[in-house]
């Protein structure tokens, strides 16, 4: 079935600095949604992407669908201790809104 | 607020024990999901429906029972509990379209000793 794969699995950056994640597929994907989990807490839908190309701004994170609709990308601008937490994407798979989730990546955020 | 709920928050029980997990939801959407959360396994879907009396498999089935009696409850069986059974368990909903957001519950964290 279906897969995503999310890397890196874990990052660890200073507050200030930038930080990526990226999910990619083997196949096409109708589109994908990322979704944020913080410390002990349970995930929360951040935003969906459904175009080619396209690229979402949520302040100082920006995400981007590829041309291929095979990956997509998390990139969050001078990050803070807020930002902490494990980003997950999700992507359908093999039935109607049945959405398989990647491995995820957690962020830690040092001040 | 629409909201969904689980229960119990935390759950210790033996091995060969049958054990439910509660899911409700006001939301009052169609398909509802349970998954596990494991370290380094991300979140794997179990089972799903897509409106009463509808159940499907996920990709992590075997040991688990889901049954839909009603568009807000999605209770999940573990019919003889076992080690590799301790994890994380969230369930969600999304309402009846292809692109909607899945909305979470707290999750379920069981311990099988």
């Known amino acids: 079935g279906q897969q995503v794969m999310q890397i890196p699995q874990y990052q660890h950056v200073q507050e200030g600095e930038d930080f990526t994640t990226y999910c990619n597929s083997s196949t096409t994907l109708s589109n994908i949604q990322w979704y944020k989990q913080r410390p002990g807490g349970h995930p929360v839908f951040l935003i969906q992407?459904?175009?080619?190309?396209e690229v979402k701004k949520q302040k100082r994170l920006t995400f981007q669908f590829g041309e291929a609709k095979k990956n997509s990308s998390l990139h969050i601008t001078a990050t803070q201790t807020t930002d902490v937490g494990t980003y997950f994407c999700?992507?359908?798979?093999?039935?109607?809104?049945?959405?398989?989730f990647g491995a995820g990546t957690r962020l830690a955020v040092h001040p | 607020d629409a909201e969904i709920t689980q229960s119990p928050r935390h759950k210790i029980t033996e091995t060969g024990r049958q054990v439910t997990l509660a899911c409700h939801q006001t939301?009052?959407?169609?398909?509802m999901f349970w998954y596990r959360q494991d370290l380094g396994h991300g979140l794997r879907l179990i089972h799903y429906s897509y409106g009463v009396q509808d159940t499907n498999k996920g990709e992590v089935s075997d040991g688990y029972s889901v049954s839909r009696s009603n568009t807000e409850d999605l209770p999940l069986t573990l019919e003889s509990a076992a080690s590799s059974q301790t994890s994380v368990y969230f369930c969600?909903?999304?309402?009846?379209?292809?692109?909607?957001?899945?909305?979470f519950g707290n999750g379920t964290r069981l311990t099988v000793t």
């Open positions: 992407l459904v175009k080619s190309g």
């Open positions: 999700a992507a359908i798979s093999g039935g109607y809104n049945k959405l398989i």
């Open positions: 969600a909903s999304s309402a009846r379209t292809d692109d909607s957001p899945l909305h």
């Open positions: 939301w009052n959407h169609n398909n």
